[in-house]
T-cell receptor, first 110, second 111 residues
């Protein structure tokens, strides 16, 4: 059974204080790992897809990396508007069923 | 280009009542999904469809039915609502790239 574990559950940072979110996974044949951002009361917003170990993707202050067992979402010099819940998900292929983690709730304090 | 839209945004039902949640996408995606999101449980797949006229069970299908009569629409039905079905429901779709794109959600309360 595919599993996705995200840590920490919650993270509080001062504005400008860089940190990383972790996503550990077990899946039979990874075809893609996704990161999403979810704001309160809204649907998840797609950020990145990573396909193979060693791959990196960047968008503004966010950088996602992938190894064979985990992915990291690095947040550099975060701003209050980066506050959100960040979700990780894995795609094992087949009928495109995707398994999600429970997310990391990030709060960035001015 | 509206992406994925859901109707209604909010709904309150009494136990035993029925309702249908509507999802539409304008991206010509083959795959569509219904998820529910509960605190501490993450997003769980209820049903999904790999194309027009097809449906399949996901992780938590009991108490729900779906239909995909048109490629752009995916309907989720609750025949006899129960308090355990109180949740936020998200519709999503995907095409050639596997990452699902989500709608804004429907917040359902069953009393």
């Amino acid at each position: 059974e595919d599993q996705v574990t995200q840590s920490p559950e919650a993270l509080r940072l001062q504005e400008g204080e860089s940190s990383s979110l972790n996503c550990s996974y077990t899946v039979s044949g990874l075809r893609g790992l996704f990161w999403y951002r979810q704001d309160p009361g809204k649907g998840p917003e797609f950020l990145f897809t990573l396909y193979s170990a060693g791959e990196e993707k960047e968008k503004e202050r966010l950088k996602a990396t992938l190894t064979k067992k985990e992915s990291f979402l690095h947040i550099t010099a975060p701003k209050p508007e980066d506050s959100a819940t960040y979700l990780c998900a894995v795609h094992p292929g087949g009928y495109q069923k995707v398994t999600f983690g429970t997310g990391t709730k990030l709060q960035v304090i001015p | 280009n509206a992406g994925v839209t859901q109707t209604p945004k909010f709904r309150v039902l009494k136990t035993g009542q029925s309702m249908t949640l509507l999802c539409a996408q304008d991206m010509n995606h083959e795959y569509m999904y219904w998820y529910r999101q509960d605190p501490g449980m993450g997003l769980r797949l209820i049903h999904y469809s790999v194309g027009e006229g097809t449906t399949a069970k996901g992780e938590v299908p009991d108490g729900y039915n779906v239909s995909r009569l048109k490629k752009q629409n995916f309907l989720l039905g609750l025949e006899s609502a129960a308090p355990s079905q109180t949740s936020v429901y998200f519709c999503a779709s995907s095409g050639t790239t596997p990452a699902p794109f989500f709608g804004p959600g429907t917040r359902l309360t069953v009393l």
